[in-house]
């Protein structure tokens, strides 16, 4: 996990569910083949309901036509973000798009410890309802270490809620990788 996560946001508003994020009909491409898993990146975030992304006059789309990369780095939503069912494609869709973290007033629990799980992204939480605050292509500025998210932008800073314990996952890269940092499994050829 990066000290500071810096970029572009992307905000959407309440119950964002993981087929918005990842649209079934996408799930067809293989995790581990590095030419398919860019297929997650270009179509996450490809079914955000018009009038949910985007600033007042249109939609912004997250990762643009033809692109498998989108130019937002974080991910600011209301409440029960990742709702739905809990494949893990959804925060894996999001971090092969680029994305780093999400700022969310509150997570669906499966997508939270799929996010933490993976190692793919840092789920941040909120107790403002910074969704509306925020607009899409402001800068935001993320101090993982202290949850201070600044607008560089708009010039203000929030306190985001600590990460507490899963704050080593996410430096060890996921659960198995700290996992295997502390002791608590080893690899085959460790075994007897």
Not at 64 to 74: A, H, K, N, P, Y
Not at 139 to 165: C, H
């Amino acid at each position: 996990m990066k000290k500071v996560i810096e970029g572009r946001a992307f905000v959407v508003g309440d119950s964002v569910d993981t087929d918005q994020i990842i649209p079934a009909e996408h799930l067809v491409y293989s995790l581990t083949d590095p030419e398919e898993r860019r297929m997650y990146g270009k179509y996450a975030m490809s079914a955000i309901p018009s009038g949910q992304s985007g600033l007042p006059n249109g939609d912004i789309r997250f990762t643009e036509d033809g692109s498998t990369r989108s130019q937002f780095v974080i991910v600011v939503a209301g409440k029960n973000f990742g709702c739905g069912s809990s494949r893990e494609h959804a925060p894996f869709a999001l971090r092969e798009a680029g994305c780093e973290a999400v700022v969310a007033e509150s997570f669906a629990r499966i997508f939270y410890r799929n996010s933490v799980d993976g190692g793919f992204l840092v789920p941040f939480e909120t107790r403002e309802r910074l969704c509306d605050v925020v607009k899409t292509g402001d800068v935001l500025r993320i101090d993982t270490a202290t949850g201070e998210l600044t607008s560089v932008t708009a010039g203000v800073s929030w306190l985001l809620d600590p990460l507490g314990e899963v704050a080593a996952i996410l430096s060890a890269g996921g659960v198995f990788a700290y996992a295997r940092q502390a002791g608590l499994i080893t690899t085959g050829s460790d075994q007897d």
